[in-house]
Each structure stands twice: as C-alpha cells, then as structure tokens.
C-alpha cells in the first residue's frame, strides 16, 4: 500500500519511522511518503492560509496549494483514498480502517488553523476520488497530524504481514464480536495481593471461552452500552442471553433483532 501524508509540519510525522509501521515501510509492505505542503507554494513566503471569506477569527488553508499538493501526490490509481481529517467528520472507527486497509493508496491532507478551504474535498469528489472527512474523536486538535498518524496506525497494522501473529486481530476490541476485549493478564500469576482468575490456569479451553465471553459481555454493557444495544440477537447463544438479562438487556419486544434495556 502507497500512504502519503501532507503537512506544514513534516517533522511531526517521523514517528512513523518506529515501531510496527517503521517496520513495515523497512519490508517494504509500506511506500510510506511524507510531503511539506510548503513545497507547492509559489509565493516567497511560502503562503498557504489566508483570511477566511465572510469574516471571522482565524486563517483558513488555500484549495490552490492544496490542489498543486494532491494533484501530484495521487498517483492516479483507481483504488486511491483522500482521507482529510476534520472534527466535523464522520467519526474513524475499527470498519473504516478495514475498509481502507486494502486501498492502492492513501493521501492524508492535514489540516491546520480553521481547516483546508471545503473546495479541496468537494474538487476531488468530483473528479471521481473516493473522498473521506473524518474525525478521530469528539475533541479539536490542533492539527490534522496526529488524527492521520491515529488512522495509518489503525490500517497499516490489517495489512496482511504486518502484524507478526494475525490471531491477535481476530478477537480484539471492535472486531467481528462487536464486543470490547475481555481483561488480559500474563506472567506474575499473583501480583500486589492480586491473583488471576483461576480459569485462565485450569487449561480447559472451553471453560476459558466462556469465562472471556462473559467478561467481554459484562465489560462492554458497564463502558459501551451503545454497541450492546447495537448487538443482533442472531449473534447470541442462550449463556450470553441470560448473562445480559442479569446485566439488565433483553430483546427488544419490538422485534428489531436487537436488546434494548429491561
Ligand atoms: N475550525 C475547525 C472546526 O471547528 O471544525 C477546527 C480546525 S482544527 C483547529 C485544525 C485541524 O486539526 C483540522 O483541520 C484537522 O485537520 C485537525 N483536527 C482537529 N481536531 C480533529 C479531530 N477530532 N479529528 C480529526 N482531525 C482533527
């Protein structure tokens, strides 16, 4: 996969030499290029915000140097994503990234001061580029930097190879479950006046299962009663039906496959 991050601050983006995608960028599993938005100004100040039309605080970044920016950085590959992070996007979640994940390429735009003028995004729907304004959270940074190194973390580690064992993908929070991860503990088996639970030692699979489906269960009714209420009945056995009535869930008797709450 082909990543290209624009920014007027390139430096901001040299973590992306670490770690799992420092890794990957070395095995070539990602042409990984990071571009200063300042290289396609054409005035001596290298300019690339002005006032914005209609008033108000701030600056707003040009569409025309973003336009030179784009133009020469997609590679004119049918599968090629603009991602332009923005608060006041759709919010990235775990289906965006394994959507994105087996894109040709991803272009970053990063925003800075009030955001890029909304012509950029509009310009390149247009001309046929699948187009993605998306915000990492209910919160304003103050840059588009950090948002993109939040989503090429979240891809880059679906592609396959990169992560060294892929079952480690398969029951993580946000997965196919739709559940948050169960508790996880390792090596001390007693720490601090704290023991695991006897299961994990029992080497009995089954048992095991069970006892991480319920915690995941329980966990994720207490921190995300909104992806309970998201659950298809369909997905459920009858141990995690009666699990989440004790948690206060039922079916809905509206019948929309769904649990609503007791
Ligand atoms: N005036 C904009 C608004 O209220 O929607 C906020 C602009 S923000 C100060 C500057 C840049 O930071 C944005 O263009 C975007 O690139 C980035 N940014 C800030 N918060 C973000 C978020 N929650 N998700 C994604 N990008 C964000």
Redesign the pocket.
Known sequence: MRVDVVSIFPDYLSVLDLSLVGKARQRGLLDLRVHDLRDWTTDRHRTVDDTPFGGGA?MV?RPDVWGLAIDEVLDGAAGAHLI??????EV?TQRHAESLASADQLVF????????DARVAEHYRDAGVTVHE???????????E??SLVMIEAVARLIPGMVGNPDSLVEESHGAAGLLEYPVYTKPPSWADLEIPEVLLSGHHAKIERWRRDRALERTAQRRPDMIAALPVASLDKHDLALLAELGWVPDPGDDGKLTRA
């Not at 998306?134 to 588009?144: E, H, T």
């Open positions: 701030g970044m332009v992070p923005t608060p006041s996007g990235f735009a990063c925003g800075r001061y009030e955001g890029i998306l915000s990492i959270g209910d919160y304003v940074l103050n840059g588009g950090v948002a």
